[in-house]
């Protein structure tokens, strides 16, 4: 392999996990799957139907591949590239090629949380533009400075093991898959609790706290996932609004004709939130606020739209978007049409608090993430390579550039379809709202609702687990974590942390420091064998 072949190669790592060609999720579906990088490494070795055979190859192993709420168990990418790169340099056959995948999969979630952890960092960044009303500066934070730390992190190994060969990759897998990788993954697990600590500044007020806590106990004890945590508490703040008389004003509401809606914003204006959306959304994704400085980059030409001219007004706009965020891509892209028509109603002069924006986010997210994950990532992409993998491992090289194709006009115009209908339905049942007089019923259940999801999130999302163990006989050890912890309340650890997160954050403690506070206690304690 030459160094040039090699640089190409580490170029098309660094793509893989970017926001390009296909944008974030699109390059997930598409040039992240061997199948697809396969064909790439292939052509740039000079071989693309051996490197269509390897990828389809490898791509079998991770034919039912699932990632969600920012957890990546394997890099099915860096196994398709580095492996079919080192196959076919090296004429080895699909067997030899799927044992030298599987630890570089291993290898790259090193490099994946690692990066989640870094960019954590440039949400300071955002944070310094959100306070000096600078919507236009927010793609500095959301995709400069992380798609630079992305090329260094993925580039530059992957050119070094691509031309250097499997040998130094095995080494390298052997000596960071250790201690250091354990550190690294224990201060991951915990950072979330960060980022829900901030939500919950927004909305763990009043009656919806006591949801918080339902939240949690109904995940940690019965196991639910975000989606039927978000049906079940859904239906009780219905019930409890409709309890307080809410009901039948929104009955009323909806009887009400609509009148005509002023657009403050024109179709080119939502298209462009939209495209940054569907293109950025994951590009500074991080363990604190996830996808949050990416949502706020996609508001921010809208933002900057509405409330040019009015510095204080652009500041509050930018920093009821900047929290954090977490959803299924195509299907959150609803939620941009909603809140953008929320802005616009706000502009017109709509009272709509800032608690109004975080309820209905907080509320929606976890039900689309549900619904999108299920459909794209457990049934459309799986099935849309089912139907083409074996076309592709028999050397076909067209069978990649279909399935490339036919999910990427699925996958946007699926996306564009659920923009137009959160802003032009969202927009007509907000206005209906405002008219009738009940929007705080509105914020009241969406409270409720988000409360609940946030206590779902800190049960599946903040890891947090004891490792002390004491021997108390020659066949017994006692273990803190499952005879104690787990005994009084699964999951007790990752709630402790999150409020105590919250407390930290509600006494004023910048959030820097608490995520210095939390890298430094998830260090000390997973070296010392605590955590």
């Given at each position: 392999?030459?160094?040039?072949?090699?640089?190409?190669?580490a170029?098309?790592?660094?793509?893989?996990?970017?926001?390009?060609?296909?944008?974030?999720?699109g390059?997930?579906?598409?040039?992240?799957?061997?199948?697809?990088?396969?064909?790439?490494?292939?052509?740039?070795?000079?071989?693309?139907?051996?490197?269509?055979?390897?990828?389809?190859?490898?791509n079998?192993?991770?034919?039912?591949?699932?990632?969600?709420?920012?957890?990546?168990?394997?890099?099915?990418?860096?196994?398709?590239?580095?492996?079919?790169?080192?196959?076919?340099?090296?004429?080895?056959?699909?067997?030899?090629a799927?044992?030298?995948?599987?630890?570089?999969?291993?290898?790259g979630?090193?490099?994946?949380?690692?990066?989640?952890?870094?960019?954590?960092?440039?949400?300071r960044?955002?944070?310094?533009y959100?306070?000096?009303?600078?919507?236009?500066?927010?793609?500095?934070?959301n995709?400069?400075?992380p798609q630079?730390?992305?090329f260094?992190?993925?580039?530059?190994?992957?050119?070094?093991?691509?031309?250097?060969?499997?040998?130094?990759?095995?080494?390298l897998?052997?000596?960071?898959?250790?201690?250091?990788?354990?550190?690294?993954?224990?201060i991951?697990?915990?950072?979330?609790?960060?980022?829900?600590?901030?939500?919950?500044?927004?909305?763990?007020?009043?009656e919806?706290?006591?949801?918080?806590?339902?939240?949690?106990?109904?995940?940690?004890?019965?196991?639910?996932?975000?989606?039927?945590?978000?049906?079940?508490?859904?239906?009780?703040?219905?019930?409890?609004?409709?309890?307080?008389?809410?009901?039948?004003?929104?009955?009323?509401?909806?009887?009400?004709?609509?009148s005509?809606?002023?657009?403050?914003?024109?179709?080119?204006?939502?298209?462009?939130?939209?495209?940054?959306?569907?293109?950025?959304?994951?590009?500074?994704?991080?363990?604190?606020?996830?996808?949050?400085?990416?949502?706020?980059?996609?508001?921010s030409?809208v933002?900057?739209?509405l409330?040019?001219?009015?510095?204080?007004?652009?500041?509050?706009?930018?920093?009821?978007?900047?929290?954090?965020?977490?959803?299924?891509?195509?299907?959150?892209?609803?939620?941009?049409?909603?809140?953008?028509?929320?802005?616009?109603?706000?502009?017109?002069?709509?009272?709509?608090?800032?608690?109004a924006?975080?309820?209905?986010?907080?509320?929606?997210?976890?039900?689309?993430?549900?619904?999108?994950?299920?459909?794209?990532?457990?049934?459309?992409?799986?099935?849309?390579?089912?139907?083409?993998?074996?076309?592709?491992?028999?050397?076909?090289v067209?069978?990649?550039?279909?399935?490339?194709?036919?999910?990427?006009?699925?996958?946007?115009?699926?996306?564009?379809?659920?923009?137009?209908?959160?802003?032009?339905?969202?927009?007509?049942?907000?206005?209906?709202?405002?008219?009738?007089?009940?929007?705080?019923?509105?914020?009241?259940?969406?409270?409720?609702?988000?409360?609940?999801?946030?206590g779902?999130?800190?049960?599946?999302y903040?890891?947090?687990?004891?490792?002390?163990?004491?021997?108390?006989?020659?066949?017994?050890?006692?273990?803190?974590?499952?005879?104690?912890f787990?005994?009084?309340?699964?999951?007790?650890?990752p709630?402790?942390?999150?409020?105590?997160?919250?407390?930290?954050?509600?006494?004023?403690?910048?959030a820097?420091?608490v995520?210095?506070?939390?890298?430094a206690?998830?260090?000390?304690?997973?070296?010392?064998?605590?955590f």
């Open positions: 392999m030459t160094v040039f072949q090699a640089l190409l190669i170029i098309v790592y660094y793509l893989a996990n970017s926001p390009w060609p296909f944008g974030g999720l390059n997930y579906a598409t040039l992240y799957r061997p199948m697809v990088s396969g064909l790439v490494v292939g052509i740039i070795l000079g071989d693309p139907v051996t490197g269509t055979i390897i990828g389809a190859t490898i079998l192993m991770y034919i039912g591949f699932i990632s969600a709420g920012g957890s990546m168990p394997a890099d099915m990418s860096l196994a398709g590239i580095l492996g079919t790169a080192l196959a076919i340099t090296s004429g080895i056959d699909t067997n030899a799927l044992a030298i995948a599987v630890p570089l999969g291993l290898l979630s090193l490099v994946w949380v690692g990066r989640m952890t870094l960019d954590s960092a440039f949400v960044v955002a944070d310094k959100v306070e000096e009303g600078k919507p236009e500066k927010v793609w500095v934070a995709i400069l400075l630079l730390l992305l260094v992190m993925t580039a530059i190994p992957c050119f070094f093991a691509a031309y250097f060969g499997a040998n130094y990759v095995s080494g897998v052997a000596q960071l898959s250790g201690k250091f990788l354990g550190v690294l993954s224990t991951g697990g915990m950072l979330p609790a960060i980022g829900i600590g901030m939500m919950l500044l927004a909305i763990f007020k009043g919806a706290r006591i949801f918080f806590f339902l939240g949690f106990f109904v995940s940690a004890y019965l196991g639910l996932g975000t989606l039927p945590l978000a049906l079940i508490f859904l239906c009780v703040a219905v019930l409890y609004v409709g309890a307080k008389g809410g009901l039948e004003a929104v009955k009323k509401a909806n009887k009400k004709e609509k005509d809606i002023k657009h403050l914003l024109s179709k080119k204006d939502l298209r462009k939130s939209w495209w940054n959306w569907m293109y950025y959304f994951q590009s500074n994704y991080n363990y604190e606020r996830m996808q949050g400085v990416g949502f706020l980059h996609s508001m030409n933002i900057k739209k409330y040019h001219g009015d510095p204080e007004e652009t500041k509050a706009a930018m920093r009821r978007h900047a929290e954090f965020f977490n959803t299924e891509n195509a299907t959150g892209s609803a939620v941009i049409g909603l809140v953008a028509a929320m802005e616009e109603q706000k502009k017109e002069g709509a009272d709509l608090p800032d608690e924006f975080t309820s209905i986010k907080t509320g929606l997210m976890g039900p689309l993430a549900g619904v999108g994950d299920t459909i794209w990532q457990a049934v459309v992409i799986p099935l849309l390579l089912v139907m083409f993998v074996g076309l592709a491992k028999e050397g076909n067209a069978a990649p550039v279909i399935y490339v194709a036919l999910f990427y006009l699925l996958y946007y115009g699926f996306g564009y379809w659920m923009l137009n209908l959160g802003y032009n339905k969202g927009s007509e049942a907000i206005l209906d709202l405002m008219e009738s007089g009940i929007i705080n019923k509105v914020i009241t259940a969406a409270g409720i609702l988000g409360c609940a999801v946030m779902g999130l800190v049960r599946n903040v890891t947090l687990n004891c490792a002390i163990t004491i021997q108390q006989s020659a066949d017994t050890v006692f273990s803190l974590q499952k005879s104690l787990d005994a009084i309340l699964p999951g007790l650890l709630l402790l942390l999150t409020l105590g997160c919250y407390k930290l954050l509600k006494k004023g403690m910048a820097y420091w995520v210095l506070i939390v890298v206690v998830g260090a000390i304690g997973g070296i010392l064998s605590i």
